[in-house]
């Protein structure tokens, strides 16, 4: 073979290299799925491209995933028949970290102080085709690209910082398009090239991956063939004549190769949900999204009639890292397909409003066209009714959270999402009925544990037509304003808003079951037991003491009244009825500073 042309690696991944060959990983078995879900990456992207632009698949119209093993050379081959690379692909690919898991891996290193981090992190996030060092010393990769008339190879050596290409003259080795990748297994870890080990783990790593796998297996069948007669039978059969002359026969197994199917190619989201169970929605969620605990909760639907999609929606269990999660919707999040072929992961914004982009799935429609771009998705009226009912699928499955016999399940909710909802009252009137039910707040009755406004309503005086809110800092200062002292001599409860975006939220959900939120800081709060008469004497007597009171204190106040709001303190500072409260006010002037 004719020498390479010799690259260096980008200087990262140099770093991830020495991170893998150096550290021992007790699941060094990721690496066989890293490279099937390449494998299954590259064949999507052949199908998506074939859909415009047939002429891809003259070469070979199979698309599926072949891994052949040499168990006395310890050597894996992983074959795929898609969508290959070209001599700068190669160098773009595998010599630099792009925009990969790879990338996040490392950020994720950088991020975790904790040197035991790394084992951990591998499973969590993968690092991508540098995995096959994990088991390999030596990797080689054969590609042809259908958009070159060239076959090239890469080569690449543990614990080196180069790596080399060069064109693959072979004939023997030309493959139609696709990539074949070679791994030489490292002296402890030949045990991987056993076919049925490599079987097993494609069962348990790859049950979701959409194109066939096949693996190169020795079978067997049963044949009877005929043996000489042994004598000493042969005498007693003289004898005993009755009995018809058998011949003689011994059933010997015939050994041969050859491809076995080893997972299951249709897509879960196409079976009948009755017949999915959640542990199985549950590894297809985990495999699918690189996580690694159980969703909170999933919901498998069809809808058929005017717009026909297929989905599963799942909750993850925690709030992706980083706040940008809420304000960049562009958490790849959804997997679109159409007509069962991957589509793209870069249309959350389209499917789902961006509160509610923390929630995870796949949709499969039929309905859209192949060649779907954002402006199409944008302009459709199809995604409008398929957002509509995403959406309210999400609600439900929220809502079933929260009527879990586990409470638990829903604080978890809410200590990761509850922010989301809050932001949902701001940016989405239209599905205020579906969210206000979900809202979770501290009261004056419930310190500890949070109400939902439907306990707040129960709990309410007959005579009480509205709700009572105070927005503060803290619970402790909520409950020591002097505006409280009144409602809780009458027993009302009041509701502690104390994150700074409750009382926005509050604010543009107006009213819940046609009862309005009341900010007991404004003035004019009427506790329904208005006496015009008292009113009346205490006018005459203390209006003089206003208008003094008023004059010394001029500007800083707008107006000085007689109040029936307090019941021991002499007196008290209120929000007029149209301008900020005292909190909104705290607020702004954060934001500001
Ligand atoms: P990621 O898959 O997250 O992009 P990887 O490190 O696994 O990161 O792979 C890097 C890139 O190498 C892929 O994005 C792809 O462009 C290319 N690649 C890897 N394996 C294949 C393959 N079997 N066929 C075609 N391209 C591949
Ligand atoms: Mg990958």
Same mark, same amino acid.
């Given at each position: 073979?004719? &020498?390479? $042309?010799k690259?260096?690696?980008?200087?990262?991944?140099?770093?991830?290299?020495?991170?893998?060959?150096?550290?021992? !990983?007790?699941?060094?078995? /990721?690496?066989?799925?890293?490279?099937?879900?390449?494998?299954?990456?590259?064949?999507?992207?052949?199908?998506?491209?074939?859909?415009?632009?047939?002429?891809?698949?003259?070469?070979?119209?199979?698309?599926?995933?072949?891994?052949?093993?040499? #168990?006395?050379?310890?050597?894996?081959?992983?074959?795929?028949?898609?969508?290959?690379?070209?001599?700068?692909?190669?160098?773009?690919?595998?010599?630099?970290?792009?925009?990969?898991?790879?990338a996040?891996?490392?950020?994720?290193?950088?991020?975790?102080?904790?040197?035991?981090?790394?084992?951990?992190?591998?499973?969590?996030?993968?690092?991508?085709? *540098?995995?096959?060092?994990?088991?390999?010393?030596?990797?080689?990769?054969?590609? #042809?690209s259908?958009?070159?008339?060239?076959?090239?190879? %890469?080569?690449?050596? @543990?614990? @080196?910082?180069?790596?080399?290409?060069?064109?693959?003259?072979?004939?023997?080795n030309?493959i139609?398009?696709g990539?074949?990748?070679?791994?030489?297994?490292?002296?402890?870890?030949?045990?991987?090239?056993?076919?049925?080990?490599?079987?097993?783990?494609?069962?348990?790593?790859?049950?979701?991956?959409?194109?066939?796998?096949?693996t190169?297996?020795?079978?067997?069948?049963?044949?009877? &063939?005929?043996?000489?007669?042994?004598?000493?039978?042969?005498?007693?059969?003289?004898?005993?004549?009755?009995?018809?002359?058998?011949? #003689?026969?011994k059933?010997?197994?015939e050994? !041969?190769?050859?491809?076995?199917? =080893?997972?299951?190619?249709?897509?879960?989201?196409?079976?009948?949900?009755?017949?999915?169970?959640?542990?199985?929605?549950?590894?297809?969620?985990?495999?699918?999204?690189?996580?690694?605990?159980?969703?909170?909760? =999933?919901?498998?639907?069809?809808?058929?009639g005017?717009?026909?999609?297929?989905?599963?929606? *799942?909750?993850? @269990?925690?709030?992706?890292?980083?706040?940008?999660?809420?304000?960049?919707?562009?958490?790849?999040?959804? +997997?679109?397909?159409?007509?069962?072929?991957?589509?793209?992961?870069?249309?959350d914004?389209e499917?789902?409003? +961006?509160?509610?982009?923390?929630?995870?799935?796949?949709?499969?429609?039929?309905?859209?066209?192949?060649? /779907?771009?954002?402006e199409?998705?944008?302009?459709?009226r199809?995604?409008?009714?398929?957002r509509?009912?995403? &959406?309210?699928?999400?609600?439900d499955m929220?809502?079933?959270?929260?009527?879990?016999?586990?409470?638990?399940?829903?604080?978890k909710f809410w200590?990761?999402?509850? #922010?989301?909802?809050?932001?949902?009252?701001?940016?989405?009137?239209?599905?205020?009925?579906?969210i @206000?039910?979900l809202?979770r707040?501290?009261?004056?009755?419930? $310190? $500890?544990?949070?109400i939902?406004?439907?306990? !707040?309503? $129960?709990?309410?005086?007959?005579?009480?037509?509205?709700? !009572?809110?105070?927005a503060?800092?803290?619970?402790?200062?909520?409950?020591?304003?002097?505006?409280?002292? +009144?409602?809780?001599?009458?027993?009302?409860?009041?509701?502690f808003?104390?994150?700074p975006?409750?009382?926005?939220?509050?604010?543009?959900l107006?009213?819940?079951?046609?009862?309005?939120?009341?900010?007991?800081?404004?003035?004019?709060?009427?506790l329904?037991?208005?006496?015009?008469?008292?009113?009346?004497?205490?006018k005459?007597?203390f209006?003089?003491?206003?208008? %003094?009171?008023?004059?010394?204190?001029?500007?800083?106040?707008?107006?000085?009244?007689?109040?029936?709001?307090?019941?021991?303190s002499?007196?008290?500072?209120v929000?007029?009825?149209?301008?900020?409260?005292?909190?909104?006010?705290?607020?702004?002037?954060?934001?500001?500073?």
């Amino acid at each position: 073979p004719s &020498v390479g $042309e010799k690259y260096e690696y980008q200087a990262e991944v140099s770093r991830l290299m020495d991170l893998i060959v150096n550290s021992l !990983y007790s699941n060094k078995e /990721v690496f066989l799925r890293e490279l099937i879900s390449n494998a299954s990456d590259a064949l999507d992207k052949l199908r998506f491209l074939s859909v415009t632009d047939s002429e891809l698949l003259k070469d070979a119209s199979d698309l599926d995933i072949r891994i052949q093993t040499d #168990k006395d050379n310890g050597i894996i081959h992983i074959i795929d028949s898609g969508i290959g690379m070209t001599r700068q692909e190669l160098i773009d690919c595998l010599g630099t970290i792009a925009q990969s898991g790879t990338a996040k891996f490392l950020k994720a290193l950088k991020d975790s102080k904790d040197a035991g981090a790394d084992n951990n992190l591998i499973g969590q996030f993968g690092v991508g085709f *540098y995995s096959a060092f994990l088991v390999a010393d030596r990797v080689v990769v054969s590609t #042809k690209s259908p958009r070159s008339d060239k076959q090239y190879v %890469w080569e690449g050596e @543990a614990n @080196a910082s180069s790596y080399t290409i060069r064109e693959d003259t072979d004939p023997e080795n030309h493959i139609p398009r696709g990539t074949r990748l070679t791994l030489y297994l490292k002296r402890d870890d030949k045990g991987f090239a056993h076919p049925e080990r490599i079987q097993k783990l494609v069962k348990n790593y790859s049950q979701f991956v959409s194109f066939p796998i096949y693996t190169w297996q020795e079978k067997g069948y049963t044949k009877e &063939v005929e043996v000489d007669e042994d004598p000493a039978e042969a005498k007693k059969d003289e004898q005993d004549d009755t009995t018809e002359k058998k011949k #003689k026969t011994k059933t010997v197994v015939e050994k !041969y190769w050859d491809w076995e199917l =080893s997972n299951e190619t249709q897509p879960i989201w196409l079976r009948n949900p009755k017949e999915v169970s959640t542990e199985e929605y549950n590894e297809f969620y985990k495999k699918t999204f690189n996580e690694y605990l159980e969703p909170l909760a =999933s919901s498998h639907f069809t809808t058929e009639g005017e717009v026909e999609f297929r989905s599963i929606l *799942y909750v993850p @269990a925690i709030a992706a890292t980083g706040k940008d999660d809420i304000v960049n919707p562009k958490t790849k999040n959804i +997997r679109l397909h159409v007509k069962r072929v991957f589509i793209s992961d870069d249309f959350d914004g389209e499917l789902f409003p +961006r509160y509610l982009s923390f929630v995870k799935g796949v949709v499969d429609s039929n309905d859209l066209p192949l060649n /779907v771009s954002r402006e199409i998705l944008q302009e459709s009226r199809i995604v409008r009714i398929m957002r509509k009912r995403l &959406v309210r699928k999400a609600f439900d499955m929220i809502l079933g959270i929260s009527m879990s016999e586990n409470r638990e399940d829903y604080e978890k909710f809410w200590d990761n999402f509850g #922010k989301h909802l809050k932001l949902g009252c701001i940016e989405d009137r239209e599905n205020h009925k579906r969210i @206000a039910p979900l809202l979770r707040f501290f009261s004056s009755q419930s $310190e $500890e544990d949070m109400i939902s406004l439907d306990e !707040y309503v $129960e709990n309410m005086k007959p005579e009480q037509k509205d709700i !009572y809110f105070i927005a503060s800092d803290s619970i402790t200062s909520a409950r020591n304003t002097p505006f409280l002292e +009144r409602l809780l001599e009458k027993d009302l409860e009041v509701l502690f808003l104390v994150d700074p975006i409750d009382e926005v939220a509050i604010q543009n959900l107006k009213s819940y079951k046609e009862k309005n939120f009341i900010d007991i800081t404004k003035e004019d709060l009427d506790l329904g037991d208005k006496n015009e008469e008292k009113e009346k004497i205490m006018k005459q007597e203390f209006g003089q003491t206003c208008d %003094w009171i008023k004059k010394r204190l001029g500007d800083k106040v707008a107006s000085v009244q007689i109040s029936n709001r307090l019941s021991s303190s002499p007196c008290v500072l209120v929000s007029g009825k149209f301008g900020w409260s005292a909190n909104m006010e705290r607020l702004m002037k954060s934001q500001t500073v």
